[in-house]
């Protein structure tokens, strides 16, 4: 079993910054990769950014050039920086976890609100 606790969502405005945290605990040695979704009102859930455990990292178009993923082992904790946030970011991100066996795991998710 694997636990995802999320934090740092928030109200921005456009063009503003915002760091997300998802701390894991429990079977960490089993994960494969970490990623972030978010889902907007009315659409399907999106894959945002991935990171494996050997440190490859993969963005969607849409957030490539503006947001970063990284983790910190020590801490076990992934986290995704967002800058120059545009009103289409606005989403519920939520933290995902993937082991070597296919099992997903998924955190609560917290609003991310980029507005002026």
């Known amino acids: 079993q694997v636990q995802l606790v999320e934090s740092g969502g928030g109200l921005v405005q456009p063009g503003g910054s915002l760091r997300l945290s998802c701390a894991a605990s429990g079977s960490i040695f089993a994960l494969k990769t970490m990623d972030w979704y978010r889902q907007a009102p009315g659409k399907e859930r999106e894959l945002v950014a991935s990171?494996?455990?050997?440190?490859?990292?993969h963005y969607a178009d849409s957030v490539n050039g503006r947001f970063t993923i990284s983790r910190d082992n020590g801490k076990n904790t992934v986290y995704l920086q967002m800058n120059s946030l545009k009103p289409e970011d606005t989403a519920v991100y939520y933290c995902?976890?993937?082991?070597?066996?296919?099992?997903?795991?998924w955190g609560q998710g917290t609003q991310v609100t980029v507005s002026s």
């Open positions: 990171i494996a455990t050997g440190g490859f990292t």
């Open positions: 995902n976890a993937k082991t070597w066996t296919a099992i997903n795991y």
